[in-house]
């Protein structure tokens, strides 16, 4: 037996489905244990049964410079040593914001909040308020996180498992602007990834951001980015910097956390007052804007330079040109998934061969500037074998 069945044994009588979130769960694939994690450097994971894994998960997408990247490592060691949470402003609160706003273009204002789950369901607080209006649009096969609003017909897990969700909202397909026109009238915003990443990588077909744009607009409800997962990772400063269109609000987490619990939503500086102490739109949090969190966040952030993206671009035409012959690649930058008939198997042939894949082809494979050439190449060759 090992360590990793065991403590998966146990986890089942301890944590509902033995994990902490139910993306981690390798039901889907057709196996047992998730992995156990030990330790990470760079493109590589570590099980606790010492197995040596090459990660395309990356948890989920906020190590853009892999795991224990040594600077942000660095720059949380030593701000725990100052103190772990403080529960009052911080100056490090300000510096990330700060960045946010700089690197961001439709964000004036941001605040800093725990998980991209509170900073999606905060935002669509503060469109209703806006707005005055109750009913919104969203995308099947989005996620937002795990609001009760958002859950109906989403992406990532819920898609995975099958889980039927009450939800709110006016569900139309993702690129469908028609779909959107219908359903507009009276909305408080559009909710959106504007790449969606959880039923795997679908990028906008173009005009459908700009139309977004456009029909919000007429009809007076707010446009909101969901951009956890596109933020920093797409461009700096996340889709609407690479495709040029600007909604009112924007949703943010993983990267701008350094990999470590932080999120965030900004927008237009008239909206954002709204929220409290400055408005009457109640939002809180006993560790927002934790100094760990924005320590880690800030020194990620900071090394984010044009270079960093035309490094990770360079590397996705790698993955493109090797991975568009097995089956459907879609990829926006830093993030991409190959749609094939058998995922399971496919992830299981890799997962053999110690490439590690999500567990599911709801979500993405994201790239970071821990992973080479050589990483790109030999999972490529694992893909070709499977099907040779
Ligand atoms: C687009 C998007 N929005 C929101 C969330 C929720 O973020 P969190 O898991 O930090 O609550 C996720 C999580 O993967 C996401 O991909």
Redesign the pocket.
């Given at each position: 037996m090992t360590t990793a069945t065991e403590l998966y044994a146990r986890a089942l009588g301890l944590i509902p489905g033995g994990v902490n979130s139910p993306v981690r769960a390798m039901k889907a694939m057709g196996l047992g244990a998730p992995i156990f994690a030990a330790r990470g450097d760079g493109a590589y994971l570590e099980d606790v049964d010492g197995h040596r894994y090459l990660d395309w998960v990356l948890s989920?997408g906020p190590l853009i410079f892999g795991h224990a990247d040594p600077e942000t490592v660095e720059a949380v060691v030593a701000a725990a040593r100052r103190g772990t949470t403080f529960g009052t402003a911080t100056e490090a609160e300000v510096e990330l914001a700060a960045e946010i706003v700089d690197a961001v273009p439709s964000v004036e204002m941001v605040r800093l909040v725990s998980?991209?789950?509170e900073a999606?369901m905060t935002a669509l607080r503060l469109a209703r308020a806006a707005t005055g209006r109750e009913p919104f649009v969203r995308f099947r096969g989005g996620?937002?996180?795990h609001a009760d609003p958002f859950l109906s017909e989403a992406g990532?897990g819920v898609r995975t498992l099958g889980i039927e969700a009450g939800g709110e909202g006016r569900v139309v397909d993702f690129n469908d602007l028609d779909g959107v026109e219908r359903a507009i009238d009276g909305a408080a915003c559009v909710f959106v990834?504007p790449v969606a990443?959880?039923m795997g990588v679908v990028p906008p077909a173009p005009g459908f951001l700009e139309g977004l744009r456009r029909l919000c607009d007429e009809s007076g409800a707010l446009l909101v980015f969901?951009e956890?997962?596109t933020g920093f990772r797409v461009a700096r400063g996340g889709a609407q910097e690479r495709y040029r269109v600007l909604p009112d609000l924007t949703?943010l987490?993983k990267i701008v956390g350094g990999g470590l619990p932080l999120?965030a939503f900004g927008g237009r500086a008239d909206l954002m007052e709204r929220l409290a102490p400055a408005g009457d739109v109640y939002q809180a949090g006993t560790l927002s804007g934790n100094p760990l969190a924005t320590a880690a966040g800030l020194s990620v952030v900071r090394r984010l330079t044009s270079d960093v993206y035309d490094e990770l671009e360079r590397k996705g035409e790698r993955l493109d040109r090797g991975l568009t012959p097995f089956g459907r690649f879609e990829r926006v930058g830093a993030m991409a998934t190959l749609f094939v008939d058998d995922y399971p198997a496919v992830f299981r042939h890799l997962l053999e061969r110690g490439i590690y894949l999500a567990p599911s082809q709801n979500e993405a494979m994201f790239l970071s500037t821990a992973h080479g050439d050589e990483e790109i190449d030999r999972t490529i060759q694992a893909v070709a074998d499977f099907f040779a």
């Amino acid at each position: 037996m090992t360590t990793a069945t065991e403590l998966y044994a146990r986890a089942l009588g301890l944590i509902p489905g033995g994990v902490n979130s139910p993306v981690r769960a390798m039901k889907a694939m057709g196996l047992g244990a998730p992995i156990f994690a030990a330790r990470g450097d760079g493109a590589y994971l570590e099980d606790v049964d010492g197995h040596r894994y090459l990660d395309w998960v990356l948890s989920w997408g906020p190590l853009i410079f892999g795991h224990a990247d040594p600077e942000t490592v660095e720059a949380v060691v030593a701000a725990a040593r100052r103190g772990t949470t403080f529960g009052t402003a911080t100056e490090a609160e300000v510096e990330l914001a700060a960045e946010i706003v700089d690197a961001v273009p439709s964000v004036e204002m941001v605040r800093l909040v725990s998980s991209g789950t509170e900073a999606a369901m905060t935002a669509l607080r503060l469109a209703r308020a806006a707005t005055g209006r109750e009913p919104f649009v969203r995308f099947r096969g989005g996620y937002h996180g795990h609001a009760d609003p958002f859950l109906s017909e989403a992406g990532s897990g819920v898609r995975t498992l099958g889980i039927e969700a009450g939800g709110e909202g006016r569900v139309v397909d993702f690129n469908d602007l028609d779909g959107v026109e219908r359903a507009i009238d009276g909305a408080a915003c559009v909710f959106v990834e504007p790449v969606a990443g959880n039923m795997g990588v679908v990028p906008p077909a173009p005009g459908f951001l700009e139309g977004l744009r456009r029909l919000c607009d007429e009809s007076g409800a707010l446009l909101v980015f969901d951009e956890v997962i596109t933020g920093f990772r797409v461009a700096r400063g996340g889709a609407q910097e690479r495709y040029r269109v600007l909604p009112d609000l924007t949703v943010l987490g993983k990267i701008v956390g350094g990999g470590l619990p932080l999120a965030a939503f900004g927008g237009r500086a008239d909206l954002m007052e709204r929220l409290a102490p400055a408005g009457d739109v109640y939002q809180a949090g006993t560790l927002s804007g934790n100094p760990l969190a924005t320590a880690a966040g800030l020194s990620v952030v900071r090394r984010l330079t044009s270079d960093v993206y035309d490094e990770l671009e360079r590397k996705g035409e790698r993955l493109d040109r090797g991975l568009t012959p097995f089956g459907r690649f879609e990829r926006v930058g830093a993030m991409a998934t190959l749609f094939v008939d058998d995922y399971p198997a496919v992830f299981r042939h890799l997962l053999e061969r110690g490439i590690y894949l999500a567990p599911s082809q709801n979500e993405a494979m994201f790239l970071s500037t821990a992973h080479g050439d050589e990483e790109i190449d030999r999972t490529i060759q694992a893909v070709a074998d499977f099907f040779a």
